[in-house]
């Protein structure tokens, strides 16, 4: 009985990542220095799921692909410093990405970022969760400017961006999806019990 219980949450949770990933986009734009990077999927789970995984600043290294290191280093009421370590990586190249940054919290729909110091020379935008008008689901957006300290060549530096906040976009989603497919399990069994 128990293996039959994990083979079903095992495909519960494969169900719920491949919907979302199947709605999940990401574009990215050249605006000079900057690109310009628009990211959104549908998602399947209550706000405050959303809301508790966005806002998980030290796991974030568990689910977020390339960032190492994620610690929040002060707290004032909505405003959060958040020192994180990474890299980004396309092909064989790899980008170290060490940053401050502080979020601004807007419970429970807006997650405004930006660069305070570190090796982004730009970075700004954030997360915002709406209703989806077609269903009982909400959309979770990422829209958001940046520049690495390095200067990247044309094409090569969307793609770069692009693909890192994909990855990273992905991670966040899948997240949501397997902490969501968790709490409906877990209801499920405490509905049987």
Request: glycine content about 6%; hydrophobic content about 45%.
């Amino acid at each position: 009985m128990r293996l039959l219980r994990l083979a079903c949450l095992f495909l519960v949770l494969s169900a719920a990542a491949a919907q979302a990933a199947e709605d999940l986009s990401v574009e990215a734009n050249r605006k000079g220095p900057y690109v310009e990077v628009r990211a959104r999927a549908t998602i399947d789970a209550p706000l405050s799921v959303i809301w508790t995984t966005l806002t998980d600043y030290e796991r974030l290294p568990e689910f977020v692909p390339g960032l190492k290191k994620s610690r929040v280093t002060s707290r004032n009421g909505p405003v959060a410093i958040v020192e994180q370590s990474g890299e980004a990586r396309f092909l064989m190249f790899t980008f170290p990405i060490d940053v401050t940054l502080e979020a601004v919290e807007k419970p429970p729909s807006s997650l405004r970022v930006r660069v305070l110091s570190g090796t982004l020379r730009y970075l700004e935008g954030g997360y915002s969760v709406e209703p989806d008008p077609h269903s009982a689901r909400f959309i979770l957006h990422w829209i958001g400017t940046i520049a690495p300290d390095v200067s990247l060549p044309p094409l090569f530096g969307e793609v770069v961006m692009r693909m890192s906040i994909e990855d990273q976009f992905t991670g966040m989603v899948g997240e949501i999806d397997r902490r969501e497919a968790l709490r409906r399990a877990a209801e499920a069994e405490a509905r049987r019990k």
